[in-house]
């Protein structure tokens, strides 16, 4: 007979074995992740957690949307409970302005500046944030949008989805003390893992996390964000069902040709129309700061006095408020007629500026889509009515406006162009949407110069688009690059202290962006380099060399090549 016990005993000691040995391949695995980097198949394994992630971040965050929604209205928005009669008219006034305030509240308790952290962020983290982005300023943000938008915000859940699903490869990142190319990569399988989840749409989340945050195309990050975009559609499949959510009209190849002039006029008047609402927002942002400046008072005070804003305009235009899931829905099939359309559009427009410009939370992703849908199915009208056998469909211009306006907005024309073809599944669509897309996108960036994230990050100091040469040198610190102060070929103590006392001097937090400007002031080959002790002293602490300052740029630049070519 057997012993029981001791059976028992060799069951535990084989489990223990078991773990122990998971544990070490768990730290190898950790080590060749951290010391080679993308190049290795385990790289793809963690994308595929990292697209996981990205796509459960987009999913809870909708579900908590329409959760909070029901339970606060039976619905599954403030306007469906406006329109079903579950709440009254003055609703609209009353909750927006309540959301505001709460959502004042929660981003100056989380964030430094009481500002929602966006898409523009994540882009900065994959820049100059060496792959990282603020973790307790993006979970403040998150729960900041859900208020926005449950309460009737003009903004769209996207862009805190993005920042939320990039708050995971910055703890990963750090856990592995991975180098700063492959923390980027990670931001990049994050962000297509969220928005493939957030559409439905593999391929525009793939191409979306080269096209807007990592910012080029390189063999060495294709498999692991594909990988990461396949996840994320699987979440939202398994959760959601692979439908599509619009069905485009069915138009014939002919009628494609009769109607290509009138798919350049909405591709000109969409451009118009996106940099309207990119000017719109920033002007409504600069008057929003100066009234808060003058009037003084917590910061609470501007999201709260925009939410009485739009709850005054969701009055007469209850479609300005939330997402904008039915606005679409109506503009892609034409429900909806010529003059309320023209309306709906400048009312759209306003609002989102009011949401966005307040300091509401929420994004530009979903607004952009539905300002363009819109403004696409007003074109379509025009062009029916005024020349009504060469005008075709008019739900088929709803189709291109939104692809259109988005492009513009985003930057981002492969993306726009390939989310709304998965959207709709209609890829015959295509001379339409991309036509509308090029020029739109051609006649935008002559009024504007730039997609609203580029604008946003330069108004910060940030010039992405003007290449590494620009913004790497405002990612290394001084500090890192210094040498001591008894370092061979330094400056005498004498000289040293004679630079110091003539402001010829660096801090050791300082950009090599500065050091350059100081270098070029100074005229000297060497700047000494000081920290503020506790007592707020300046003391030394080393030397920067031109020469080094110059060679640490000049290897972040390979380093930059590398990983774009490589």
């Not at 190898?28 to 996981?52: K, S």
Request: hydrophobic residues 50%; contains cysteine; proline residues 5%.
């Amino acid at each position: 007979m057997t012993d029981p016990i001791r059976d028992r005993r060799a069951r535990h000691l084989r489990l223990a074995r078991r773990t122990r040995w998971l544990r070490r391949q768990g730290r190898q695995a950790a080590a060749q992740l951290r010391d080679q980097g993308p190049v290795e198949l385990r790289f793809w394994a963690l994308a595929f957690l990292i697209g996981a992630g990205g796509g459960l971040a987009a999913i809870a965050f909708r579900l908590a949307l329409t959760g909070l929604a029901q339970l606060l209205y039976g619905a599954d928005d403030l306007k469906s409970a406006l329109l079903t009669g579950l709440v009254p008219w003055w609703w609209l006034l009353f909750v927006p302005m309540l959301g505001g305030m709460l959502t004042g509240i929660i981003l100056d308790r989380t964030t430094p500046d009481a500002r929602a952290r966006t898409v523009s962020d994540v882009i900065e983290g994959a820049t100059v944030g060496r792959g990282q982005v603020e973790v307790r300023a993006g979970l403040g943000s998150s729960v900041a949008s859900v208020v926005t938008l449950t309460a009737g915000g003009a903004t769209g859940p996207e862009a805190p989805i993005i920042h939320l699903a990039a708050i995971i490869p910055t703890f990963v990142s750090r856990w592995l003390k991975m180098n700063p190319m492959s923390a980027r990569d990670l931001f990049g399988c994050a962000t297509a893992g969220a928005v493939a989840a957030s559409f439905n749409a593999p391929l525009a989340g793939a191409i979306f996390a080269h096209e807007v945050i990592l910012r080029h195309l390189s063999v060495r990050t294709l498999s692991p964000v594909a990988i990461a975009a396949v996840t994320g559609t699987m979440l939202y499949r398994l959760v959601f069902g692979n439908t599509t959510q619009f069905d485009p009209p069915a138009v014939s190849d002919a009628g494609f040709a009769v109607q290509f002039p009138a798919f350049i006029a909405t591709g000109i008047g969409c451009g118009i129309i996106a940099a309207g609402l990119m000017w719109a927002v920033l002007a409504s942002d600069a008057l929003f700061g100066r009234a808060q400046r003058a009037v003084g008072g917590p910061r609470w005070l501007r999201p709260m006095a925009a939410g009485a804003m739009l709850g005054l305009l969701a009055i007469a235009f209850p479609d300005v408020i939330g997402i904008g899931t039915e606005t679409i829905e109506s503009a892609l099939t034409g429900r909806m007629a010529l003059a309320l359309a023209t309306a709906l559009v400048a009312a759209k427009l306003v609002g989102t500026a009011i949401t966005m410009g307040g300091r509401m939370g929420g994004g530009i992703l979903a607004p952009a889509l539905t300002l363009g849908a819109v403004a696409g199915l007003m074109f379509g009208k025009m062009f029916t009515y005024i020349l009504p056998g060469f005008a075709g469909t008019e739900a088929l211009y709803a189709f291109a406006g939104m692809a259109a306006v988005g492009a513009s907005v985003f930057g981002a024309p492969l993306s726009a162009a390939l989310m709304v073809f998965e959207l709709s599944g209609g890829w015959q669509t295509g001379l339409a949407v991309l036509t509308a897309v090029s020029l739109s996108t051609a006649v935008s960036s002559r009024l504007v110069h730039r997609s609203f994230f580029m604008l946003q990050l330069e108004r910060r100091g940030l010039r992405v688009t003007h290449g590494p040469q620009d913004w790497l040198p405002q990612r290394i610190l001084v500090g890192s690059v210094m040498k001591e102060v008894d370092t061979p070929k330094a400056p005498p103590r004498a000289e040293i202290d004679r630079m110091i006392a003539q402001g010829q001097v660096l801090r050791d937090t300082a950009s090599l962006s500065e050091a350059l400007r100081q270098f070029d002031r100074c005229g000297q080959p060497v700047l000494p380099v000081t920290w503020r002790d506790p007592s707020g002293q300046a003391a030394l602490i080393g030397v920067l060399f031109h020469v080094d300052t110059l060679a640490a740029i000049n290897r972040a630049l390979a380093e930059t090549a590398a990983e774009e070519h490589g």
